[in-house]
């Protein structure tokens, strides 16, 4: 990473069905060995499957599935005088989002199901109930976090 000046964020243009860049994201997250179509096939298949089951409008679902799912607060490591602690530290939104990202699919493919549309479906589902393995993973994040508070001054 240059030292000179940070490096400027790439924004991708938002999906074509949801007009949403939420969508975006979250389909190139997903996305294996470059598989785009692939990858976008699968997640509107899953938004089906969530209307189908839920009776409501699957966006919804899905950004309050993220919204439950973005950490607040984690754990870094920090080096001071010999030994490490684990100081606790404010998530931006930015990597807030990445990480309930990527936790939602990870834990998805982890998932018992047939196909991944499937698995992804029932996990954004019960991810915007507060449940599922995904919301457990933010718990464990800012039970981590809380854990740590007395290392808080070693915040940098």
């Not at 940070?6 to 999906?15: V, Y």
């Not at 019960?126 to 464990?140: I, L, M, P, Y």
Request: positive net charge; hydrophobic residues 35%; proline residues 4%.
């Amino acid at each position: 990473m240059s030292r000179r000046n940070a490096a400027e964020k790439r924004i991708p243009p938002p999906d074509a069905i949801y007009n949403s860049q939420l969508v975006s994201r979250f389909v190139h997250r997903m996305m294996q060995r470059g598989k785009k179509s692939t990858a976008q096939r699968t997640f509107y298949d899953s938004l089906t499957l969530i209307k189908e089951r839920t009776r409501l409008e699957p966006l919804d679902v899905f950004n309050k599935a993220v919204k439950n799912v973005t950490p607040l607060l984690e754990v870094k490591a920090r080096r001071v005088g010999g030994s490490t602690y684990q100081v606790p530290v404010e998530v931006k939104q930015h990597r807030g989002v990445a990480l309930a990202t990527q936790w939602i699919i990870n834990n998805s493919r982890k998932r018992a199901g047939r196909s991944f549309s499937e698995r992804l479906s029932a996990e954004l589902i019960d991810a915007s109930n507060g449940a599922g393995a995904s919301v457990k993973k933010r718990d464990e994040t800012h039970k981590m976090a809380e854990a740590n508070k007395a290392f808080a001054h070693y915040r940098y």
